[in-house]
């Protein structure tokens, strides 16, 4: 079975699980008790994957505030920063292929009087700077776009979007999901908030990260909280913290950035290859739905094969390719990510996602496709 589904979840590497395994044996203290060595080393592992993350994104360590993924950091950060506005300030602007754990905060803030911008993407999959720019009004104070789209790989310009942002004074919120790993994420200067998910770069579900800076236009930010009890987590989030996962969370990040050259030179070699024999074997019947590779990560491929479903060829090759037609979350319905890039209905249904990793040997996909 060749795994070439990466971008709806990773496989745990051994070096991670190891980790993890220690803190759920051995090392089980809470990390909130006192005096003993068990509580203190718990704290210190937590603490220790604070840091890796915040060397990760180029954050202060008390930035870093532990979630069950993104999804909830994205609801999070986005009610969170809403919820302290004040009357004059109600509008959003976000764009039209979000993940779903945004658009559906998004619909929410609306039944609650904020009103919503979501913008056209163009037929890359990102967004136009001039159109962002010309949606913001007085009322604005939150821009909400995510770093690299889940089913077409492709990159929004964050560096130009954070200038605009810090220019007008309005809050920044990154979704950084499916970027960690495939380019650099060091937050620029002017991002406020950025979400991710352990469980997309070879870390265990249940578990990601909402980054919250602590300043913001000589202000001090602070977003009303998630859950309201202990301490944990900078006050945002209440609750004793899942160690075994911030571990393996933690563990993730230190990996993506020791291994980033390499790893990417690995997707790049393996997507060459892999278009290679789509090229060769469908000849003109395949087209390209990601943009080209300057504005991708390097092992994301969406494409359609002319004349026929995406369904019935996942099918047929399900027992030796795991693949799927697009994201995860929003299987039900036809993508409207590939609808907002300009795809028919008839397109769409053809369209499948290869999502690649630098961990899996693809060589014997040139017998299987
Ligand atoms: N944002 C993006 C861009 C994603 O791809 C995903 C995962 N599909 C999420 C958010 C949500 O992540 P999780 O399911 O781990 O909460």
Redesign the pocket.
């Known amino acids: 079975m060749i795994y070439l589904d990466n971008?709806?979840t990773t496989k745990v590497l051994p070096e991670v699980r190891d980790e993890m395994i220690k803190y759920l044996t051995e090392n089980y203290g809470n990390p909130s008790s006192k005096y003993y060595k068990l509580a203190s080393d718990s704290k210190n592992a937590v603490e220790y994957a604070r840091e890796k993350v915040s060397e990760l994104f180029g954050c202060d360590t008390d930035e870093v505030i532990f979630t069950?993924?993104?999804?909830?950091s994205?609801n999070f950060i986005i009610k969170g920063i809403a919820d302290i506005q004040e009357k004059n300030k109600r509008h959003i602007i976000t764009s039209k292929i979000e993940?779903a754990?945004?658009l559906e905060t998004m619909k929410y803030l609306e039944k609650k009087g904020f009103h919503v911008t979501y913008l056209d993407v163009t037929k890359d999959g990102t967004i136009d700077l001039k159109q962002l720019t010309d949606a913001i009004t007085q009322e604005t104070f939150l821009v909400s776009v995510?770093w690299?789209?889940?089913e077409l790989g492709s990159i929004n310009d964050i560096k130009s979007i954070a200038d605009i942002c810090r220019k007008k004074n309005l809050f920044l919120h990154v979704?950084a999901?499916?970027a960690v790993g495939k380019i650099d994420v060091t937050m620029p200067n002017g991002v406020s908030f950025l979400?991710m998910?352990a469980?997309?770069i070879y870390g265990p579900?249940g578990v990601?990260v909402a980054i919250v800076k602590k300043d913001q236009f000589g202000l001090p930010n602070r977003i009303t909280p998630l859950i309201h009890g202990g301490e944990q987590e900078n006050n945002y989030r209440a609750g004793t913290q899942c160690v075994h996962n911030i571990v393996g969370l933690g563990k993730a990040c230190e990996i993506v950035l020791r291994d980033f050259e390499k790893n990417q030179e690995i997707l790049k070699n393996h997507e060459k290859f892999l278009v290679g024999i789509l090229n060769r074997k469908l000849k003109d019947n395949i087209v390209y739905n990601s943009p080209c590779q300057d504005l991708k990560v390097p092992g994301v491929i969406n494409f359609q094969i002319k004349g026929v479903k995406n369904v019935i060829f996942l099918k047929k090759i399900s027992s030796q390719i795991a693949a799927s037609s697009g994201?995860?979350?929003s299987i039900t319905h036809p993508s409207y990510t590939l609808k907002a890039i300009g795809l028919s209905d008839e397109e769409i249904a053809q369209s499948i996602r290869f999502s690649l990793s630098p961990y899996e040997d693809i060589k014997e996909l040139e017998e299987i496709l």
Not at 68 to 72: C, F, R, T
Request: aromatic fraction near 0%; hydrophobic fraction near 20%; glycine fraction near 8%.
């Open positions: 971008n709806a069950s993924g993104a999804s909830e994205n993940h754990s945004v995510m690299v789209n889940n979704d999901t499916q979400s998910s469980h997309k579900k990601g994201s995860a979350c």
